[in-house]
């Protein structure tokens, strides 16, 4: 017999993580990726302990801890510095099992990509839905002008997804969140500091460390969309945040122009009404992009990749069946998270001083009550563990470093 072939469209982290845990079930896979490379957009991303297990069930979860920094102390501060929050690392993993793992996006990319055989991944090669197949009868793709039968599509081509645009021609896409995000990797500043996020008036920043000795550091701001600045977005950080506290003027002024990342944060506003239509799935930003706020849409892509590929391995049951359970397997769990992703970024936008000190105040009330309520917003979230046999242990088990101690 035949081995069942799927077509991955995009070679991000849920096209790559998707193509290796069905290559890991025995299925041909040819991921199909529009760059001429695998070099990430992106810069830092924070593995969760759901996302963590998710790996697990790949044998990539102790790999990236080996190369993470692990979010220790730290917390949530003003623009002058006072601190509103302090993070409970012990407390965060009793609670989830796990603590943050924080690693450069091609690190992850790079441990991924070893998993999928040579020449699986094309690059440079554009990919365009031309059947979504349906019972029977095969999908098809036509990458680079040739036309590729396929058992199974896996549309992990992002928040513009244009498969999501021929599954549901019907859904207004993504929508603008209300804010615009900047990203910076540079070298640690010569000064002591811990991890921090920083809220202001419409605007918030946030400073992690990486293994390698840099930082991966982050801002946002409530601006209108398509914006840009005249002079440069590094001159935009500086007007923005460069009367913060340290180090982020610091971080801000060791960065090239060249290196500052911004995009405008768009997310599915509407959600979709299924993940899947006959043999072709939606993984990741494609089928439920949502703000980064809660720091879930990599980790929910980890999740959905191994969710879609248990459905899929066993061949027990008919692919278009196989897709109908993951989408009711998924479906209301990333739809919940991220509308909390944008309940969280509301938070973040407000500008009005009388609300910004009410939402302080709050913060700072809950903190002092305890790190057990600060940690409720992730409670049903970073607790998350695969399905299959190792929902209690077994090859789906978390590793037993998931607390943090491999980094």
């Known amino acids: 017999m035949n081995e069942p072939h799927a077509v991955v469209i995009g070679a991000g982290i849920g096209g790559l993580t998707a193509a290796a845990a069905l290559h890991r079930a025995g299925w041909r896979v040819t991921v199909a990726e529009r760059a001429a490379s695998l070099e990430p957009v992106g810069a830092g991303l924070a593995v969760a302990p759901n996302g963590q297990r998710a790996l697990d069930t790949l044998g990539l979860g102790d790999p990236v801890r080996d190369q993470a920094a692990w979010q ?8 002058g510095g006072r601190w509103l929050a302090r993070t409970d690392t012990s407390a965060a993993a009793e609670r989830f099992g796990g603590s943050i793992a924080m690693v450069h996006r091609a690190t992850l990319i790079d441990l991924l990509a070893a998993q999928i055989p040579q020449g699986a991944v094309q690059l440079g090669v554009t990919a365009n839905l031309i059947d979504p197949g349906a019972g029977d009868r095969q999908a098809a793709v036509e990458l680079g002008g040739e036309r590729v039968a396929a058992d199974l599509v896996v549309a992990a081509d992002g928040v513009n997804s244009a498969v999501r645009a021929r599954l549901f021609p019907d859904h207004p896409g993504p929508a603008y969140a209300g804010f615009t995000a900047w990203r910076i990797v540079v070298p640690a500043p010569d000064m002591p500091f811990v991890p921090h996020e920083t809220w202001g008036r419409g605007e918030m920043w946030g400073s992690q460390p990486l293994k390698d000795g840099r930082v991966y550091a982050y801002g946002t701001a409530g601006v209108p969309e398509g914006g840009r600045s005249p002079d440069g977005e590094k ?6 945040f460069g009367s913060w506290h340290a180090p982020i003027p ?15 944060v768009r997310h599915l506003r509407t959600p979709l009404a299924a993940y899947h239509r006959g043999r072709t799935a939606l993984i990741g930003d494609a089928a439920h992009a949502m703000p980064p706020s809660l720091g879930q849409g990599g980790n929910q892509a980890l999740e959905d990749a191994v969710v879609l590929a248990h459905h899929i391995a066993t061949g027990a049951t008919p692919v278009p069946d196989a897709l109908a359970a993951y989408t009711r397997d998924r479906l209301p769990r990333t739809q919940q998270i991220a509308r909390r992703s944008a309940q969280a970024g509301r938070a973040t936008t407000l500008r009005a001083a009388p ?13 002092r009550l305890g790190p057990g309520l600060m940690l409720r917003s992730m409670d049903g979230i970073a607790d998350w563990r695969p399905p299959g046999p190792g929902a209690g ?8 470093r998931s607390d943090g101690t491999g980094g």
């Not at 610091?250 to 405008?264: F, G, K």
């Open 355 to 367: 609300a910004v000190t009410v939402r302080n105040a709050l913060i700072a009330a809950v903190a």
């Open 393 to 400: 242990g077994g090859p789906y088990a978390a590793s037993s």
């Open 250 to 264: 610091q971080l801000i002024a060791a960065a090239r122009e060249d290196e500052v990342l911004r995009n405008d």
């Open 235 to 240: 001159q935009e950080l500086l007007r923005r």
């Open 72 to 79: 220790g102390s730290g917390g949530l501060r003003t623009p």
